[in-house]
């Protein structure tokens, strides 16, 4: 009897068609929960119990080795890839466009605008149209170093290479506020000159004046004209001088003005 069972239990297994999406699911449901139980058909009754169990039994094993091949050949499922998200790039700004030539060629550098210039001292130089010599006469006007904010002194210096017999000299010094004169001296003897201090066009002016008959000797000289002013550096761009010889080689004329104290 059992040699029965089991060759009709192997000749329906091999005409059996398993429906693969079938067991696939019953399969899933069994793991999923516990096994539904189901009454048995009212047409198997009259099989005999033992019977009936190997059947029951060899279908579950036929089913279940048919179901985990299919699982094995079935791929699973994949989780859904997420691309990373790209890094943000920094936002970088144009470029600036080159700057077109104007017309006409390539431009040049650019020139500088002309610096302002700022005197280093308030003592001008000497006018270029001064005349410091003339036949025997050689003059130079300048500041004195010992002036102050207070005070100042124009020094004139003078030499002659002959005798003169006739000479004039003349400081002139602008009025630019308080200008008051404090005093004056020659290195010459003072009885041969006659000395005036005046206000004058604007100008404070000292003036020697070689008597008749008196002789200038050859050599160096000096004159100075000295005077109070507004507190500060005084500018001496209009202060002069001028200077009237007479020579046995004929008369001479010398002028300028003063540079500042080096």
Known sequence: MNEHISRQLHEAAEAHQPDRARMLARVQRGMAGPATRHRTRSGLRSWPRAALAGLATAGILATGSLAMAELSHSPLPSEPTVAPAAPSSPTVPPAPEPSTPPPGGTPGPATAAPATTTPTSPHPSPSASARAQSGPLWSAGSISPHSTIYWNENDLLLRT???????????????????????????????????????????????????????????????????????????????????????????ASVWGGFAPAG
């Open 161 to 251: 290479g002959q005798p003169l017999t006739s000479l004039t000299v003349e400081l002139r010094i602008v009025q630019t506020g308080g200008v008051r004169d404090t005093g004056n001296w020659r290195t010459l003897s003072p009885d041969d000159f006659t000395v005036t201090v005046q206000e004058s066009g604007g100008a404070l002016v000292y003036r020697w004046v070689l008597k008749p008959g008196r002789t200038v000797p050859a050599g160096q000289h000096e004159f100075a004209g000295q005077y109070n002013h507004a507190t500060g550096v005084r500018v001496t761009a209009g202060d002069s001088y001028r200077v009237e010889a007479q020579s046995a080689g004929g008369t």
